[in-house]
């Protein structure tokens, strides 16, 4: 993962602290990681946890003139290699499916000319929807990479399929999107 930079979308769920471990992984094989959180899932996971994981700080807002002058949807997406969104929540997927840009990290997907790829993660009855279904039907056929939830204990207290992967497994999808394994 020498010299590649990720991006790494963390959008309102709870398996945001999984990320933590993801970007932690990435940066210790190499990856330049740059994290864009939803105002939602700072609700589930600290930036700071994320800067001192990646070395640098965590990007919220879509105005951030002093770092980012002709905004962190551009700059970011100009300078990496891979757009990851982990946790991808049914909110983001429909937001992204159907071309909406209503914060930063949807904008940067629209703005992002590079490899995607999403991992979500809901309740399996959500996941089960018809309307999640053909969104995540649309963004295959526009060209985003997913890695599939798995099967298993979920945070609402059932078992069924829609916890986001594990760490090892995003980052063997993300080495192998990018060529690299």
């Known amino acids: 993962m020498n010299g590649r930079s990720i991006v790494m979308g963390i959008t309102g769920g709870i398996a945001a602290y999984k990320t933590a471990m993801l970007c932690s992984r990435l940066v210790q094989s190499g990856a330049t990681v740059r994290v864009v959180m939803t105002k939602t899932a700072?609700?589930?996971?600290?930036?700071?946890t994320l800067?001192?994981?990646?070395?640098?700080r965590v990007v919220t807002d879509m105005f951030d003139d002093d770092d980012y002058p002709l905004g962190p949807h551009i700059s970011l997406a100009e300078n990496a290699d891979l757009l990851c969104v982990a946790?991808?929540?049914a909110n983001f997927l429909a937001k992204a499916a159907m071309g909406l840009a209503d914060d930063l990290l949807s904008t940067l997907y629209l703005?992002?000319?590079?490899?995607?790829?999403?991992?979500?993660?809901m309740n399996s009855t959500m996941w089960e929807q018809p309307a999640v279904q053909?969104?995540?039907q649309r963004l295959r056929e526009d060209?985003?990479?997913?890695?599939?939830p798995e099967e298993g204990w979920l945070s609402c207290r059932r078992t069924g399929k829609g916890r986001m992967a594990e760490p090892d497994v995003l980052l063997a999808a993300i080495e192998q999107h990018l060529g690299i394994s």
């Open 42 to 48: 700072e609700r589930f996971i600290g930036a700071p």
């Open 51 to 56: 800067a001192a994981l990646t070395g640098h």
């Open 87 to 89: 946790p991808a929540t």
């Open 111 to 121: 703005a992002f000319p590079g490899k995607v790829l999403f991992a979500p993660a």
């Open 134 to 136: 053909r969104n995540i």
């Open 143 to 148: 060209g985003v990479v997913f890695v599939e």
